[in-house]
């Protein structure tokens, strides 16, 4: 028994064509002298009409005990039908119950009764089946794909680093400490120090895509505790080029979505626009005064609170940079600005209240290094292994990282960065 077609690749011209489809039972209309199956497969659904006068009795009796949700494989003739799906119905001339599904379901794959968020979660692979849930894998692995060709275009070779790590780099608070035989370790927060070592291999460009783990203990719709990062570096470029890479990677990403992805972006309600560029830059700053003209009470020198980055996403449409951060919120592989130290070569993409990434021209001297290591309140001791690789010709590099669950949120239009995971880890959430 093999599978002849997709739902996708069935069109009404194919009017008399035998077909073997298979797939879940979506739904059973049973109208007493006909009953109407919609059979449902990656990319749609497919109508299996079923007159008790034209078929066998004994297949009948059989559709008509179908169980939802059960998987079955349906042969039979493909019939041109105006008020089916796809314009198309298939009169089945035989059934093949693979899998019966229990019964009642923990949700409904139809849609038709709306589930909480935990319900759905709790029972995930149900939850999948549901076409507006599995448009946005299509649409994300379409994103990381895109992200790929478009960075092995402009000469960036993908590197693996280790999760497993001895020290923290983007502040000690946020870690999840692990046993490692007789010694403590950390799940790797970044690849920070790894992809920065890498700039001294004379490797020049290197990408990642792989998770990173934050011990966030608080629970928002933006922060999950193990996401994917997209990490690069670059050598012998500026922030400002890396800057370009990045809103350059966004617009290719979202013709690349609407090329591909027309039928998971029309599931969702959803058209992209392709923004402009370059991007909105604003210095920090400008965007500090901003949020204070909205009403909101920020001091320069601090991060942006919550309630800053709300103020900011009322005024600003779209992407857009946030430039010039004070040296001192930064971490310390950040580059201060030659002519004001206090400022930095640090930058934040926006898509209107939401940070979607960060990046920045580093620090590529070992002594300065070392000195804001320690102005950080960290030993330079636990760094040895990094420090080292800027002994002995370490290039002026630059690069970011892009949370592509947050990156896949603006795409999509979704709220809750749960739903753009397949198995989200949250404070409370450690199955499925
Ligand atoms: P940062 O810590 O800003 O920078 O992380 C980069 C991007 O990763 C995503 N992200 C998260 N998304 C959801 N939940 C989280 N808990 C979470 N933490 C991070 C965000 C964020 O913008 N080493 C630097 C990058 C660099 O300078 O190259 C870094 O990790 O989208």
Not at 120 to 126: I, Q, S, Y
Not at 285 to 305: C, F, I, Q, T
Request: proline share 6%; hydrophobic share 40%.
């Amino acid at each position: 028994l093999r599978r002849t077609h997709y739902s996708k690749d069935i069109e009404p011209e194919m009017d008399g064509d035998e077909v073997t489809v298979m797939g879940w039972v979506h739904e059973i209309r049973d109208l007493g002298g006909i009953i109407f199956v919609l059979l449902r497969d990656r990319d749609g659904l497919i109508q299996i009409t079923a007159p008790s006068k034209k078929i066998e009795k004994d297949l009948f009796k059989s559709i008509r005990k179908l169980k939802k949700e059960s998987v079955v494989a349906f042969g039979g003739t493909v019939q041109e039908s105006g008020k089916a799906p796809g314009g198309f119905e298939i009169i089945p001339s035989f059934l093949k119950v693979l899998n019966i599904s229990k019964q009642p379901l923990p949700l409904d794959p139809t849609e038709k009764v709306k589930a909480e968020i935990d319900t759905r979660l709790d029972a995930r692979f149900l939850d999948l089946r549901k076409p507006s849930v599995s448009a946005i894998f299509k649409i994300k692995s379409r994103m990381l794909h895109s992200v790929r060709v478009f960075l092995e275009e402009q000469g960036f070779l993908e590197i693996n680093t280790p999760k497993l790590v001895a020290s923290a780099t983007e502040g000690g608070t946020e870690l999840f400490p692990i046993t490692y035989f007789e010694r403590e370790a950390f799940l790797g927060q970044s690849p920070q120090l790894y992809k920065q070592i890498m700039m001294s291999t004379g490797l020049d460009r290197v990408y990642e895509i792989a998770p990173i783990f934050r011990a966030e203990e608080h629970d928002t719709l933006r922060h999950l505790n193990e996401v994917i990062s997209i990490d690069i570096e670059a050598s012998f470029v500026d922030h400002e080029d890396v800057m370009k890479i990045l809103e350059n990677l966004v617009v290719r990403v979202i013709e690349d979505v609407n090329e591909h992805c027309t039928d998971a972006l029309e599931t969702l309600g959803r058209t992209l626009e392709v923004p402009e560029t370059p991007f909105e830059r604003l210095e920090y700053d400008e965007a500090v005064e901003m949020v204070n003209s909205k009403g909101v009470p920020m001091k320069h020198g601090e991060d942006l609170p919550r309630a800053a980055e709300k103020a900011l996403g009322e005024i600003m449409d779209g992407y857009y940079f946030i430039t010039s951060w004070p040296t001192a919120i930064k971490p310390f592989y950040v580059m201060p600005d030659e002519d004001d130290p206090e400022r930095s070569h640090a930058f934040d993409l926006m898509y209107r209240d939401l940070e979607i990434s960060s990046g920045a021209m580093r620090v590529h001297q070992h002594d300065l290094l070392v000195e804001k290591i320690k102005r950080q309140g960290l030993n330079p001791d636990s760094f040895e292994s990094y420090l080292s690789a800027f002994e002995y010709g370490m290039p002026p590099h630059a690069g970011w990282g892009l949370g592509a669950e947050r990156f896949n949120m603006t795409l999509t239009g979704l709220k809750n960065i749960r739903e753009t995971v397949l198995f989200p880890r949250d404070r409370r959430r450690l199955t499925p």
